[in-house]
């Protein structure tokens, strides 16, 4: 059950999100709509995706009404496209505006070239924007760090990965994710000096958390809020 069959399920909504999950216990199928409108399919094992595909088309409406009335009860931010845009990091406040003509920022203001109901569009602007701004605020903040600490890397790479805050790679690339403009700034300094670190000791051996330690001796707990921090990320960035 993976991406083929999802493939299968082509979403009437571009914000809907379908998720198939195998169960040993499950005697039946189910659809369950999540609080944040993930539309989980609960089958039993081996179901033959063709089954699940015509099983989801029966209880379409279902879903669909399932899924407005979250929107309903829903605060809009999660999915709606946002008005004010909060970058803790950088300690920065923006508004933005839809529909102009080319992407850009004015004052205070990010201005995008998509209309408010166009959420891919407006998706992908908001991406690209939040990729600039972390090439402008946070690159910077990780060569300064890197110069104190004598950590030296070849390149950075800003990137929206889904599931990692940052890596580094043996080539010598360090890569930062633009989400981490929504972090507070001690996490995002923590993340740069565990990427840092990474430059010498690749793996996270005893040795890797022995050099973190040295800078961070608080390593421990910013880990763990690290981890926990995809929760400040506001859904409407896409990536979760
Ligand atoms: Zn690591």
């Known amino acids: 059950m993976t991406e083929e069959q999802l493939d299968l399920l082509a979403p009437h909504q571009p914000d809907e999100h379908f998720v198939i999950r195998e169960s040993a216990r499950a005697k039946h ?9 993930v539309v989980e399919v609960v089958v039993p094992r081996h179901t033959r995706p ?45 508004t933005v505006q839809y529909g102009s003509k080319r992407l ?36 910077p903040r990780l060569n300064g760090l890197a110069e104190e600490t004598g950590f030296h890397y070849k390149k950075v790479q800003v990137r929206g990965q889904r599931t990692r805050w940052g890596s580094y790679s043996s080539s010598g690339t360090l890569s930062l994710n633009y989400c981490l403009l929504f972090l507070q700034p001690e996490l995002v300094k923590h993340l740069m000096m565990h990427e840092l670190c990474h430059t010498r000791e690749m ?38």
């Open 29 to 37: 199928m189910a659809i369950n709509v999540g609080a944040h409108g």
């Open 203 to 240: 793996s996270h051996s005893r040795r890797f958390w022995r050099l973190l330690g040295e800078y961070q001796p608080d390593f421990r707990s910013l880990e763990r809020r690290l981890d926990g921090a995809w929760i400040d990320v506001p859904g409407w960035v896409g990536l979760h």
């Open 50 to 94: 063709k089954i699940v595909q015509e099983f989801v088309a029966q209880h379409r409406q279902w879903i669909d009404r399932a899924l407005s009335e979250l929107e309903k009860d829903r605060p809009p931010i999660k999915r709606a496209m946002p008005d004010v845009i909060e970058l803790a990091a950088i300690d920065r406040r923006w």
């Open 104 to 139: 850009q920022e004015i004052g205070g203001t990010v201005h995008v070239p998509a209309i408010h109901e166009d959420r891919p569009q407006c998706r992908q602007h908001l991406q690209q924007w939040l990729k600039n701004t972390a090439r402008e605020h946070l690159v």
